[in-house]
């Protein structure tokens, strides 16, 4: 039981870590002004509905999209952060998945919690229209 504590614990540490030096939306991705993700928890790939979860990502949050297992003392998750990226490459708008989480929670089951998504992008107006930034400043 303290083992899977002290995982679950370093984990945490570890994601509070990530977020930090993901850094801020705004500084890496200047041209869109909110990021919406609607993520559905199951138990696992075709078990009952965990929860219903939105999640908004302004200019001033992390820029890190990795989404914590509902799973107790599971110390894994759902990594969105390529599909984002990707959608943000492609100018997209919106875009819709699913993952597994691949941890243990002392069952036998492979995949013991699985989410679908839809991700939202909302680009800034002046980044959409014009294509560069306002006042002669380059992106990153």
Do not use: W
Not at 89 to 109: E, H, M, P
Request: net charge positive.
């Amino acid at each position: 039981m303290a083992r899977r504590h002290s995982s679950r614990s370093i984990r945490a540490i570890e994601l509070a870590k990530e977020r930090l030096d993901a850094g801020l939306l705004s500084e890496k991705f200047p041209q869109i002004s909110k990021i919406t993700i609607l993520a559905t928890y199951y138990y696992d790939r075709k078990g009952s509905v965990l929860m219903v979860r939105t999640i908004n990502v302004f200019p001033n949050s992390s820029a890190c999209f990795h989404l914590q297992c509902p799973i107790k003392d599971c110390a894994l998750g759902f990594d969105l952060g390529p599909d984002i990226m990707e959608l943000i490459r492609k100018g997209g708008k919106s875009a819709k998945g699913s993952a597994a989480c691949s941890g243990k929670d002392g069952s036998d089951a492979s995949i013991h919690s699985s989410i679908s998504y839809e991700i939202t992008i909302q680009y800034n107006s002046a980044s959409r229209s014009d294509g560069h930034a306002k006042s002669g400043s380059k992106g990153v």
